[in-house]
T-cell receptor, first 115, second 112 residues
């Protein structure tokens, strides 16, 4: 059973370009969470999705950021018109049911660098 | 305001000793508290979960305590080894169905 798969592992974008980060949850998991980690900072919650639904996007900036988790395929975190401040590690986690109250399975992250 | 604070950014201990990491929280009422390990360039890996009605949990050389009166969790690694060197994150879940809120972590270095 493969773990949570994130790709790409590293992504370099110029200011103004779009970044697309992909997350395939563990098999059988239908709940996905995205977190951002800045250097020397903790993990900050961004968005929680179930298949085809956004459940909680309270941690996601209102502009330029969007997320989806379609019926088929991976969850996508999309950042439009990237700025230097978007440079961070983005992690997704999955769980088999609502909440993270057993354990959360994290991917290895995508490190976004905006130049 | 709500805060999760982990004792120090970095902790150095001698191999074989017990490492004790602290997690304090303010203005939260967690139903669960979890501890994760994160190595450089990697994602967090789950270690232990403790519920609000549990005082202590053990797993091999790891022990977690949870004091809801003090609003504190302690994480112990006994007989520490250089391989235990990593950043340890505490995370809490207020109502059992919300995303985890993480502390900034404590970077542990075990010196041989």
């Amino acid at each position: 059973n493969a773990g949570v798969m994130q790709n790409p592992r590293h992504l370099v974008r110029r200011r103004g370009q779009e970044a697309r980060l992909r997350c395939s949850p563990m098999k059988g998991h239908s709940h996905v969470y995205w977190y951002r980690q800045l250097p020397e900072e903790g993990l900050k919650f961004m968005v929680y999705l179930q298949k085809e639904n956004i459940i909680d996007e309270s941690g996601m900036p209102k502009e330029r950021f969007s997320a989806e988790f379609p019926k088929e395929g991976p969850s996508i975190l999309r950042i439009q018109q990237v700025v230097r401040g978007d440079s961070a590690a983005y992690f997704c986690a999955s769980s088999p049911r609502e909440g993270m109250n057993t354990e959360a399975f994290f991917g290895q992250g995508t490190r976004l660098t905006v130049v | 305001s709500q805060k999760i604070e982990q004792n120090s950014e970095a902790l150095n201990i001698q191999e074989g000793k017990t490492a004790t990491l602290t997690c304090n929280y303010t203005n939260y009422s967690p139903a669960y508290l979890q501890w994760y390990r994160q190595d450089p360039g990697r994602g967090p890996v789950f270690l232990l979960l403790i519920r609000e009605n549990e005082k202590e949990k053990r797993k091999e050389r790891l022990k977690v305590t949870f004091d809801t009166t003090l609003k504190q969790s302690l994480f112990h690694i006994t007989a520490s080894q250089p391989a235990d060197s990593a950043t340890y994150l505490c995370a809490l879940d207020e109502v059992g169905n919300t995303p985890l809120v993480f502390g900034k972590g404590t970077r542990l270095s075990v010196i041989a």
